[in-house]
C-alpha cells in the first residue's frame, strides 16, 4: 500500500524551539509539498518541491524553510517557533503533472 | 493565486443524496480531486477527474464536471452517517490549491 508517512502525529514545542517536521514517501514521487490547516481557513500551501534540492514558496511561507536532499523524503523546519504557528500540518506527494496526490496523517502541532 | 470556493456547511438526512459544489479559477487544471477529512486525520483521497471528462461515477460517489462554468461537484448517493466529515476539492493546475472544506452533517 502506497504512503506518505509524517513522523509524529502529535508534537508540543516551546516557543523560540528550532522544529523539524519529517515527511517520507515510498510512491517514487516527484513532487512534495508542506499545508497547514487551520478551522475555516481549509488548508493553506507553506512550500512545495518539485524534485530534489528544489523548493518553491507557496502562499504562507514566512517563519518556514524545507529542505529535500532525498526525493522520498521532504522536511519543514520551524526554526524559531511561535505560538502562531499551532496548527495541523500535512504533507502530500504527487507525480510531475499532479497525478495520485496523496497525503499523509498530519502532524498536529502545538507552540506553548 | 486561484480561488477555490465550496461552501462551509451541508446537512442531509440518512439515505438522502448529497450534493457538494465547487468553483475554481484555474483553467489548466489536468485534474481535479475530491478529498474527505475524518475529525483527527488526514485527507482520504475519494476520487478524481481528468479535466477532459464530464462525468466520472464511482460506486455511491458521481463527480460532475462543468469546465465552462469551472464548476466540479459531488454527489454522494443514499448518504449514510459515515460519510460525516470535511469535503475538499483540490485543483492541480499550475500549482496545487484546495477549497476550504465543506462540513457534511448526516441527520439519523
Known amino acids: 500500500d502506497v504512503k506518505v508517512t509524517q513522523s509524529s502525529r502529535y508534537l508540543v514545542k516551546r516557543t523560540g524551539e528550532k522544529v523539524f517536521l519529517e515527511c517520507v514517501q515510498d510512491?517514487?514521487?516527484?513532487?512534495m509539498f508542506w499545508y497547514r490547516q487551520d478551522p475555516g481557513l481549509g488548508l493553506r500551501l507553506i512550500y512545495f518541491?518539485?524534485?530534489?534540492?528544489?523548493?518553491e514558496k507557496g502562499d504562507i511561507p514566512e517563519g518556514y524553510s524545507v529542505s529535500r536532499e532525498k526525493k522520498e523524503r521532504f522536511s519543514l523546519i520551524l526554526e524559531s517557533a511561535s505560538t502562531n504557528q499551532t496548527s495541523m500540518y500535512l504533507c502530500?506527494?504527487?507525480?510531475?503533472?499532479?497525478?495520485?496526490?496523496?497525503f499523509g496523517s498530519g502532524t498536529r502541532l502545538t507552540v506553548v | 493565486g486561484e480561488d477555490v470556493e465550496q461552501s462551509l456547511f451541508l446537512s442531509v438526512r440518512e439515505g438522502d443524496s448529497s450534493v457538494i459544489n465547487c468553483t475554481y479559477t484555474?483553467?489548466?487544471?489536468?485534474?481535479l480531486y475530491w478529498y474527505k477529512q475524518e475529525p483527527g486525520a488526514g485527507l482520504q483521497l475519494l476520487t478524481y477527474?481528468?479535466?477532459?471528462?464530464d462525468m466520472k461515477q464511482d460506486q455511491r460517489l458521481t463527480v460532475l464536471l462543468n469546465k465552462k462554468d469551472k464548476h466540479l461537484s459531488l454527489r454522494i448517493a443514499d448518504t449514510q452517517t459515515g460519510d460525516s466529515a470535511i469535503y475538499f476539492c483540490?485543483?492541480?493546475?499550475?500549482?496545487?490549491?484546495f477549497g476550504t472544506g465543506t462540513s457534511l452533517t448526516v441527520i439519523p
Open positions: 502530500a506527494s504527487s507525480t510531475l503533472e499532479g497525478y495520485g496526490y496523496t
Open positions: 510512491m517514487d514521487h516527484e513532487n
Open positions: 518541491s518539485y524534485d530534489v534540492k528544489m523548493k
Open positions: 484555474d483553467s489548466s487544471s489536468t485534474y
Open positions: 477527474i481528468f479535466s477532459n471528462m
Open positions: 483540490a485543483d492541480t493546475g499550475n500549482q496545487f490549491y
